[in-house]
């Protein structure tokens, strides 16, 4: 493909379904988000066959809401991008199914994108995206990961986490703290009101050399503070600040030494994490001081989103690469293998 294209991204990689509209000469035409936060709520965590009968549900009504807002019609549409991996494979299924249908429906290709490239290159949907090439630290439920970014499809994983995610050790400390699922966000609310003298958590993996992290052991203490202390409002907030600062500390540490690894002048946060108030306050300091650029996409593409797949989409469509009869999806796919543009 070498002449303008749109492309019709969807998004069912885990609990949310997201579809969006992406022409390669315009942008971002239209987009539509349905969160199942209700659904999972009361199951303290995502449910993978409901996730999958609520992907089912609700994507064909997104997608003819998401085409009316672009006022467009499936007749406008030259391609296809659906997420092909990784997460959970029941809902990853449902888009894929659904995406290989509508190509064959409509004469158009198809591509299964990575979730995850989709996360690190979501800045580009932004008026002012990072140049190649970047360093971006992918924080999310489910990966914490510092990546070395050349260009689309040249990523080398520079550290990852051994254990926990950042995003999941919020919400594992948030539900400890009785704020519920998902409280990542409600941990973070919570914290503005602590004390940030009164506990001190440890930064793990900080005292040795190296870009991996580890959060187990800091949803450990965690715990442990809990129980030794009364649970009043203003502690809940205290140990929420000293948890928060002890997150933020420890991927700001991270990110300025693989900054001086690679001596690269941009940083991007990507993921879920990337939302953090806190954490992005930290980085742009950080970043000020080194005189490196900091670009992140605005909150609502922090987390799963079909335009970021749509954007994706549409770039390896371009470059000739498109899906065969088969479909295919990976719970687990490495971004290294990935196919460079």
């Given at each position: 493909?070498?002449?303008?294209?749109t492309?019709?991204?969807?998004?069912?990689?885990?609990?949310?379904t997201?579809?969006a509209?992406y022409?390669?000469?315009?942008?971002?035409?239209?987009?539509?988000?349905?969160?199942?936060?209700?659904?999972?709520?009361?199951?303290g965590?995502?449910v993978?066959?409901?996730?999958?009968?609520?992907?089912?549900?609700?994507?064909?009504?997104?997608i003819e809401?998401?085409?009316?807002?672009?006022?467009?019609?499936?007749?406008?549409?030259?391609g296809?991008?659906?997420?092909?991996?990784?997460?959970?494979?029941?809902?990853?299924l449902?888009?894929?199914?659904?995406?290989?249908?509508?190509?064959f429906?409509w004469?158009?290709?198809?591509v299964?994108?990575?979730?995850?490239?989709?996360?690190?290159?979501?800045?580009?949907?932004?008026p002012n995206?990072p140049?190649?090439?970047?360093?971006?630290?992918?924080?999310?439920?489910?990966?914490?990961e510092?990546?070395?970014?050349e260009?689309?499809?040249?990523?080398?994983?520079?550290?990852?986490?051994?254990?926990d995610a950042?995003?999941?050790?919020?919400?594992?400390?948030?539900?400890l703290?009785?704020?519920?699922?998902?409280?990542?966000?409600?941990?973070?609310?919570l914290?503005?009101?602590?004390?940030?003298?009164?506990?001190?958590?440890?930064?793990?993996?900080?005292?040795r050399?190296g870009?991996d992290?580890?959060?187990?052991?800091?949803?450990?203490f965690a715990?442990?503070?809990?129980?030794?202390?009364?649970?009043?409002?203003?502690?809940?907030?205290?140990?929420a600040?000293?948890f928060?600062d002890?997150?933020?500390?420890?991927?700001t540490?991270?990110?300025?030494?693989?900054?001086?690894?690679?001596?690269?002048?941009?940083?991007?946060?990507?993921?879920?994490v990337?939302?953090?108030?806190?954490?992005?306050?930290?980085?742009?300091e950080?970043?000020?001081k080194?005189?490196?650029?900091?670009?992140?996409?605005?909150?609502?593409?922090?987390?799963?989103?079909?335009?970021?797949?749509?954007?994706?989409?549409c770039?390896?469509?371009?470059?000739?690469e498109?899906?065969?009869l088969?479909?295919?999806?990976?719970?687990r796919?490495l971004?290294?293998?990935?196919?460079?543009?």
């Amino acid at each position: 493909m070498n002449t303008a294209v749109t492309i019709l991204g969807i998004e069912t990689s885990c609990d949310e379904t997201g579809i969006a509209v992406y022409d390669s000469e315009l942008g971002l035409l239209a987009h539509t988000i349905h969160s199942q936060t209700d659904i999972h709520a009361q199951w303290g965590g995502v449910v993978p066959e409901l996730a999958s009968r609520d992907h089912i549900r609700k994507a064909i009504p997104l997608i003819e809401d998401t085409l009316a807002a672009a006022n467009l019609t499936g007749k406008d549409i030259q391609g296809v991008a659906y997420t092909k991996g990784p997460g959970l494979v029941g809902a990853l299924l449902v888009g894929a199914m659904l995406g290989r249908t509508l190509g064959f429906a409509w004469n158009v290709p198809t591509v299964g994108v990575h979730h995850l490239e989709g996360h690190i290159l979501a800045p580009f949907l932004e008026p002012n995206p990072p140049s190649f090439p970047f360093l971006a630290l992918l924080v999310s439920g489910g990966h914490t990961e510092l990546v070395k970014v050349e260009g689309i499809g040249q990523y080398e994983i520079m550290g990852d986490t051994l254990d926990d995610a950042a995003g999941e050790a919020f919400d594992k400390t948030a539900k400890l703290l009785g704020l519920g699922y998902p409280g990542g966000a409600a941990l973070a609310k919570l914290a503005e009101c602590g004390n940030p003298t009164r506990f001190h958590f440890p930064r793990p993996m900080t005292d040795r050399p190296g870009l991996d992290f580890s959060f187990s052991g800091l949803k450990t203490f965690a715990l442990n503070t809990i129980e030794a202390n009364p649970q009043d409002e203003q502690t809940k907030a205290d140990i929420a600040r000293a948890f928060e600062d002890a997150v933020v500390d420890t991927l700001t540490i991270k990110c300025r030494r693989a900054l001086d690894q690679t001596q690269f002048k941009s940083l991007v946060i990507a993921g879920g994490v990337g939302a953090n108030s806190a954490l992005r306050q930290r980085l742009q300091e950080m970043c000020a001081k080194r005189g490196v650029s900091l670009s992140f996409p605005r909150l609502e593409f922090c987390t799963d989103n079909g335009a970021m797949i749509a954007y994706v989409g549409c770039q390896r469509l371009m470059a000739g690469e498109w899906d065969g009869l088969d479909v295919k999806v990976y719970p687990r796919w490495l971004l290294s293998d990935l196919s460079q543009v």
